[in-house]
């Protein structure tokens, strides 16, 4: 049962336009989310959160969007950049049973960034 | 600062054998997680360490077991290799458990059973 799903398992963009990500998920004791990158032969790299209490949460060119309602999440990149191609990883944890860093993941999107 | 390590970075080894990898948190963080990352799957989570104790376990069955020093440094044996192991074995650290905090990933060892 895959709570946490990334749709598109690719995704090509032109650099300088915006890059959407897509995340769903059905688990609604989620509390928190998280979005990761991931170059080939290194391991995930943290780049931008939401907690569940927020709808939006912006850090420079990256802003995660959050609608609890829909069980949907998306990551906008603007404007795209040639390194920003990479795989990119959702994630989501829920604390419901006690304190835990176990995160659930998405199984990617590879985003190919044109120059 | 330096980040999370994990020894070896690649491993070859036979169906039935068994093998242990090895995680280095970062200084100071005393979570340590564990995922297994296959083509088409994601990360799939292992196991969490906080303080020596384990303090979550995922779907996977008892031939996967780690444990946590307390020195915060972390390992996980894998016994009855089978082919499906295969995989990227991936450590991610933390100061705490269950915050905002955000955890760092080690590159992973890659494992491949023959």
């Known amino acids: 049962d895959q709570q946490v799903k990334q749709n598109s398992p690719s995704l090509s963009v032109q650099e300088g336009r915006i890059s959407i990500l897509n995340c769903d998920y059905t688990?609604?004791?989620?509390?928190?989310f998280l979005w990761y990158k991931k170059y080939p032969a290194e391991g995930p790299t943290f780049l931008i959160s939401i907690s569940s209490i927020k709808d939006k949460n912006e850090d420079g060119r990256f802003t995660v969007f959050l609608n609890k309602s829909a069980k949907h999440l998306s990551l906008h990149i603007v404007p795209s950049q040639p390194g920003d191609s990479a795989v990119y990883f959702c994630?989501?944890?829920?604390?419901?049973?006690?304190?835990?860093?176990?995160?659930?993941f998405g199984t990617g999107t590879l985003l190919a960034v044109q120059p | 600062k330096a980040g999370v390590t994990q020894t070896p970075r690649y491993l070859i080894k036979t169906r039935g054998q068994q093998v242990t990898l090895s995680c280095s948190p970062i200084?100071?963080?005393?979570?340590v997680s564990w995922y297994q990352q296959t083509p088409g799957q994601g990360l799939q989570f292992l196991f969490e360490?906080?303080?020596?104790?384990?303090?979550n376990k995922g779907n996977f069955p008892g031939r996967f077991s780690g444990r946590q020093f307390s020195n915060s440094r972390s390992e996980m044996n894998v016994s009855t290799l089978e082919l499906g192991d295969s995989a990227l074995y991936l450590c991610?650290?933390?100061?705490?458990?269950?915050?905002?905090?955000?955890?760092?990933f080690g590159p992973g060892t890659r494992l491949t059973v023959t």
């Open positions: 688990n609604s004791m989620f509390d928190y």
């Open positions: 994630a989501a944890r829920s604390n419901y049973g006690g304190a835990t860093n176990k995160l659930i």
């Open positions: 360490y906080f303080s020596e104790t384990q303090r």
């Open positions: 200084s100071g963080h005393r979570s």
């Open positions: 991610a650290s933390s100061l705490g458990t269950g915050g905002i905090g955000e955890q760092y």
